[in-house]
């Protein structure tokens, strides 16, 4: 019975062995298998199509395999071995199920717009008949005349009674109202003078006194604003000068921060892992051509005098050749190289597990004092 949980136990763990070394090899496979990537980009002088260019990254002997094309078929394309995860130039079920459902709103809008117009289109031919019908079977108005009498069934308007009793008692009304008003209109206008006298030297009054209260309120307002002015500008003068003291403040903390040993220290080590990361990132291969000639000749000139000042650079890797006759601008470029994942892990090992770094950190975000 032992040697069974013995052998039993013995299969498990070379199980767990296995599937750890697979682990193993495959995290292996990943931090140090170089990441492959080619650039190629040409312009030609003439044609359409003046611009080519060519992205491909590749990984573990093509085993993943990116590509971009420009212009020629211009799509990206990602592949795992033989079977294609994505490209651009092959619509989406997402994209395709979004194009089916508007082409049956499409559809909706237009039938319902149909509808709409058949409605109507009845409803205006049902209004048609209606007026016609109503034209056909309409009676004229009857006209009256001043003397009352009708045109069409020649009977005369009798005005009533009262209305010509009204009419005869009016003349009589307006000539006892005139005697009246003759003769109280002399006193009247006497009494009328002197209350106009009275209303002038009032409203003379009124005026001046207005006049004086619109003068002491606008001196009182102008007082009011002058006040409030000083005020506005104590105050920015105050606040400018508390701006200016804070600035100064911050500019000597991080002065005395970079001057500290704590950044020298993290700066010297940092410095170094920035410089490797570029090596292990920057291509392996760089060859460039470019013929440039511009309208000025002058500008040519001073172009090919910034290549000079760069050419212990790139003097080795591009080719300038200037035409000082001609404007014309074409050029290739092929950039190979290769990233490693592993020394993109360490230094983040390093950075994550660094105390001097994390101590700078919440210096510079002042979490210490």
Request: glycine share 4%; with cysteine.
């Amino acid at each position: 019975m032992g040697m069974v949980i013995l052998t039993i136990l013995k299969i498990i763990g070379i199980i767990l062995l296995v599937v750890l070394g697979l682990i193993l090899f495959l995290l292996l496979l990943v931090l140090f298998v170089p990441i492959r990537y080619r650039i190629d980009a040409s312009k030609d002088a003439e044609g359409e199509q003046q611009i080519h260019a060519l992205i491909k990254v590749t990984w573990l002997l093509h085993l993943l395999n990116i590509r971009f094309l420009y212009p020629e078929e211009a799509y990206l394309r990602v592949r795992i071995a033989c079977f294609t995860l994505f490209r651009s130039d092959q619509p989406t079920k997402e994209a395709a199920s979004s194009k089916k459902n508007a082409a049956a709103e499409k559809k909706k809008e237009s039938e319902a717009k149909t509808v709409k117009t058949s409605k109507a289109s009845r409803e205006a031919e049902d209004t048609l008949l209606a007026t016609e019908d109503v034209e056909g079977s309409g009676e004229q108005p009857q006209a009256i005349d001043e003397d009352g009498w009708s045109p069409i069934d020649n009977t005369q308007i009798k005005p009533d009674e009262k209305t010509e009793a009204k009419l005869k008692d009016a003349p009589k009304n307006q000539t006892g109202n005139a005697t009246h008003t003759e003769m109280d209109s002399e006193p009247a206008d006497a009494g009328a003078e002197e209350e106009k006298e009275e209303a002038e030297t009032e409203t003379d009054f009124e005026e001046s006194t207005s006049k004086w209260e619109l003068l002491r309120e606008k001196i009182l307002w102008c007082i009011q604003k002058l006040w409030k002015l000083l005020k506005n500008i104590r105050y920015t003068i105050q606040s400018i000068y508390d701006k200016i003291r804070n600035i100064i403040h911050h500019i000597r903390y991080y002065y005395r921060v970079l001057q500290s040993e704590l950044f020298r220290r993290t700066w010297e080590k940092y410095s170094k892992e920035a410089l490797c990361l570029l090596k292990c990132i920057a291509p392996r291969k760089v060859k460039g051509y470019l013929h440039i000639g511009m309208e000025d000749p002058a500008t040519t000139g001073q172009i090919l005098g910034y290549y000079g000042m760069l050419y212990p650079l790139i003097g080795e890797h591009i080719d300038v050749v200037p035409d000082f006759e001609h404007v014309i601008l074409e050029g290739s470029l092929k950039i190979r190289g290769n990233i490693t994942l592993f020394q993109a892990v360490r230094i983040a090992c390093t950075i994550y597990f660094d105390k001097d770094l994390q101590k700078l950190i919440r210096l510079l975000k002042r979490e210490v004092a």
